[in-house]
């Protein structure tokens, strides 16, 4: 009961401090970041968020981070704006490449649909955004390299993840194949190797 306590008034502390200090509690950062209409307001809220979670205690920070996933993550797939989109599957990347994301596998799963999404425009902007998910999703797969992994490997996604991305190697130019047989490479390595 003590220990319950003593955590909560803790936290109240750190509210109070928060705001006299001029930080945003993470849970209102979190709160403009789902509301985010531009990419200005996004990164705004994801800069808050991002100094906000590196001061949070490790079992804090998870649940903070797992938050902030589900958010970004229902950007990259809902946003009408497809620079809101791709600013949001950056940051997605980052929180990875940070190895705060507790499930990778949804930020891949998340990354994924919206390479799928786009590549079913014919425009220029959605080749520009498949490129660009495609991207994010091989720089992914950093956090999980040796020597300095941040995600132990059995938490790589399953093959299954990417196995959508397949039918995209007939219908893409020869850098985009390349993109594609580098990230089918980097999933059989990493599921090779545990």
């Known amino acids: 009961?003590?220990?319950?306590?003593?955590?909560?008034?803790?936290?109240?502390?750190?509210?109070?401090?928060?705001?006299?200090?001029?930080?945003?509690?993470?849970?209102?950062?979190?709160g403009h970041l789902?509301?985010?209409?531009?990419?200005?307001q996004l990164t705004k809220a994801m800069k808050k968020i991002q100094s906000s979670l590196?001061?949070?205690?490790?079992?804090?920070r998870l649940l903070g981070?797992?938050?902030?996933?589900?958010?970004?993550?229902?950007?990259v797939r809902t946003a009408?704006?497809?620079?809101?989109?791709?600013?949001?599957?950056?940051?997605l990347r980052f929180l990875m490449q940070a190895g705060v994301v507790a499930q990778p596998e949804k930020a891949f799963v998340t990354l994924v649909t919206a390479a799928i999404h786009a590549s079913?425009?014919?425009?220029?902007?959605?080749?520009?955004?498949?490129?660009?998910?495609?991207?994010?999703?091989?720089e992914s797969f950093w956090?999980?390299?040796?020597?300095?992994?941040?995600?132990?490997?059995?938490?790589?996604?399953?093959?299954?993840v990417f196995y959508p991305l397949i039918p995209l190697l007939s219908q893409a130019d020869t850098a985009m194949q390349e993109s594609l047989l580098?990230?089918?490479?980097?999933g059989s390595i990493w599921k090779n190797c545990t």
């Not at 009961?1 to 979190?30: C, E, W």
């Not at 590196?54 to 804090?60: A, Y």
């Not at 938050?67 to 950007?75: D, R, W």
């Open 1 to 30: 009961m003590s220990n319950t306590f003593l955590r909560f008034a803790k936290y109240q502390v750190s509210q109070v401090l928060a705001i006299i200090g001029h930080d945003t509690p993470l849970s209102v950062s979190i």
């Open 34 to 40: 789902e509301e985010a209409k531009t990419v200005h």
């Open 54 to 60: 590196w001061k949070l205690p490790s079992d804090e």
């Open 65 to 75: 981070s797992q938050s902030v996933t589900a958010v970004l993550s229902q950007h």
């Open 80 to 91: 009408s704006n497809a620079s809101l989109k791709l600013v949001a599957a950056d940051w």
């Open 120 to 138: 079913q425009g014919n425009t220029r902007e959605n080749a520009h955004e498949l490129r660009t998910y495609l991207t994010l999703i091989f």
């Open 143 to 160: 956090p999980f390299r040796s020597p300095y992994a941040a995600y132990p490997r059995g938490l790589f996604p399953s093959n299954e």
């Open 182 to 186: 580098n990230i089918f490479r980097q």
